[in-house]
């Protein structure tokens, strides 16, 4: 309703300009029904004078060979008989409709009813916090509490995922206290101290040390426990394997410290070899690794078993004597890193100790002393000097 855009189309029509079936309705044909002029839809839909009504307008399409229906409803009906008609008369060819694709059931939905379930991103047998209440290793939190497992059998749940004896627990807790912290000297203290005075925040602290753990520095337990178990599991006598290990030109990993020896014991060795001795049921890698330090002490004084080496071969005998684990578990703890990660558990107490207390101390940036430093300017055999070494005076 309203405008004369129509009556152009109609022209056209007769005309010859547009010479395919035009079906067409113009709508507002119920403008009749009310009193005064309607306005429909937007500012241009509405009648001014008898020509733009909608009735006029579909009399006069109609007139002019469009084909009409009689009311809005019929309009489907129309383009029916009009398509049919052209159809039968060969003016439209009709195709095949291809096979409509199969739209497949809605993700959502198919996953509700049961029919498909969602491939998990990470698979984890050992805690679970989806019911009521955490589990760890199936071990509700309230259990873990009201037995009094403490932190060596939450430890032996989330890591070995069973509960592992008492003394094993409580051999797991001693590992923890002894290797908590070894003074500010070592690397991954030094490491931890320097970064927090240089006002890194805790974590960044704790990662500067932890990053010093390796072969050298508290990373040898894994290697030591491998060594031992090794060379007493093939029956080698202790004295032969020292000699091939010599030949190989390999470290016994586990074995010497810089100022501890036989006249004078680490205590924390001490430790750890009588609690084993006393408590695990038979220790037959901590007894051949004694052996070892016996020939290899004769050799030179510090040539001890060391803290690493000593937990490393009893918590090899303790895991295979607890009756807990299988020996193929045993060796897959050892190939983990499970040693080492006891060390980097441990330690980490101490290097968050060290950062603690460089705060409370208000310690300043940390640069270390000029004239605890050699500069060398020139390398041995490099330069015209062949053979010298310069150095900046200090």
Same mark, same amino acid.
């Given at each position: 309703?309203?405008?004369?855009?129509?009556?152009?189309?109609?022209?056209?029509?007769?005309?010859?300009?547009?010479?395919?079936?035009?079906?067409?309705?113009?709508?507002?044909?119920?403008?009749?029904?009310?009193?005064?002029?309607?306005?429909?839809?937007?500012?241009?839909?509405?009648?001014?004078?008898?020509? #733009?009504?909608?009735?006029?307008?579909?009399?006069?399409?109609?007139?002019?060979?469009?084909?009409?229906?009689?009311?809005?409803?019929?309009?489907?009906?129309?383009?029916?008989?009009?398509?049919?008609?052209?159809?039968?008369?060969?003016?439209?060819?009709?195709?095949?409709?291809?096979?409509?694709?199969?739209?497949?059931?809605?993700?959502?939905?198919?996953?509700?009813?049961?029919?498909?379930?969602?491939?998990?991103?990470?698979?984890?047998?050992?805690?679970?916090?989806?019911? #009521?209440?955490?589990?760890?290793?199936?071990?509700?939190?309230?259990?873990?509490?009201?037995?009094?497992?403490?932190?060596?059998?939450?430890?032996?749940?989330?890591?070995?995922?069973?509960?592992?004896?008492?003394?094993?627990?409580?051999?797991?807790?001693?590992?923890?206290?002894?290797?908590?912290?070894?003074?500010?000297?070592?690397?991954?203290?030094?490491?931890?101290?320097?970064?927090?005075?240089?006002?890194?925040?805790?974590?960044?602290?704790?990662?500067?040390?932890?990053?010093?753990?390796?072969?050298?520095?508290?990373?040898?337990?894994?290697?030591?426990?491998?060594?031992?178990?090794?060379?007493?599991?093939?029956?080698?006598?202790?004295?032969?394997?020292?000699?091939?290990?010599?030949?190989?030109?390999?470290?016994?990993?586990?074995?010497?410290?810089?100022?501890?020896?036989?006249?004078?014991?680490?205590?924390?060795?001490?430790?750890?070899?009588?609690?084993?001795?006393?408590?695990?049921?038979?220790?037959?890698?901590?007894?051949?690794?004694?052996?070892?330090?016996?020939?290899?002490?004769?050799k030179r004084a510090n040539l001890i078993l060391n803290m690493d080496g000593c937990i490393a071969v009893s918590f090899v005998d303790m895991i295979r004597s607890c009756g807990a684990l299988s020996q193929e578990e045993c060796d897959d703890l050892m190939e983990f890193g499970c040693l080492n990660g006891l060390f980097v558990l441990g330690r980490s107490?101490?290097?968050?100790?060290?950062?603690?207390?460089?705060?409370?101390?208000?310690?300043?940036?940390?640069?270390?002393?000029?004239?605890?430093?050699?500069?060398?300017?020139?390398?041995?055999?490099?330069?015209?000097?062949?053979?010298?070494?310069?150095?900046?005076?200090?």
């Amino acid at each position: 309703v309203g405008g004369t855009d129509e009556y152009d189309l109609i022209e056209a029509v007769k005309s010859g300009r547009i010479t395919k079936p035009v079906v067409a309705w113009c709508v507002g044909t119920c403008a009749s029904c009310f009193t005064t002029e309607v306005q429909f839809g937007h500012a241009g839909a509405q009648a001014r004078g008898d020509l #733009e009504t909608a009735a006029a307008k579909n009399k006069a399409m109609k007139q002019a060979g469009f084909h009409v229906p009689d009311s809005l409803d019929k309009l489907p009906e129309m383009i029916n008989k009009v398509y049919t008609e052209l159809v039968l008369n060969g003016d439209i060819v009709e195709t095949p409709e291809g096979e409509t694709p199969q739209v497949p059931m809605d993700y959502t939905l198919a996953k509700k009813l049961g029919m498909v379930r969602k491939p998990a991103s990470f698979i984890s047998s050992v805690s679970d916090d989806w019911g #009521e209440e955490l589990t760890y290793c199936g071990m509700s939190i309230s259990d873990v509490f009201q037995q009094g497992v403490g932190v060596g059998g939450v430890l032996s749940l989330l890591w070995f995922r069973r509960r592992l004896p008492a003394e094993c627990t409580k051999f797991v807790e001693m590992i923890l206290m002894v290797t908590a912290d070894h003074g500010p000297a070592v690397s991954g203290a030094h490491n931890t101290i320097v970064t927090a005075r240089a006002g890194k925040d805790l974590v960044s602290a704790l990662c500067c040390g932890l990053l010093t753990i390796g072969p050298r520095f508290g990373g040898a337990l894994d290697d030591a426990a491998n060594m031992f178990a090794s060379a007493q599991g093939n029956g080698i006598a202790p004295k032969d394997w020292i000699e091939k290990m010599k030949k190989s030109n390999q470290l016994i990993m586990g074995i010497g410290h810089r100022i501890k020896s036989l006249a004078n014991p680490d205590q924390r060795v001490e430790i750890i070899k009588n609690f084993a001795k006393k408590h695990f049921k038979s220790t037959p890698v901590l007894d051949y690794a004694l052996e070892v330090e016996q020939i290899t002490t004769r050799k030179r004084a510090n040539l001890i078993l060391n803290m690493d080496g000593c937990i490393a071969v009893s918590f090899v005998d303790m895991i295979r004597s607890c009756g807990a684990l299988s020996q193929e578990e045993c060796d897959d703890l050892m190939e983990f890193g499970c040693l080492n990660g006891l060390f980097v558990l441990g330690r980490s107490i101490g290097f968050i100790g060290h950062y603690l207390d460089q705060l409370r101390l208000k310690q300043p940036l940390y640069r270390h002393p000029w004239d605890d430093i050699t500069y060398i300017q020139e390398l041995a055999g490099q330069g015209g000097n062949m053979g010298q070494l310069s150095v900046s005076p200090s």
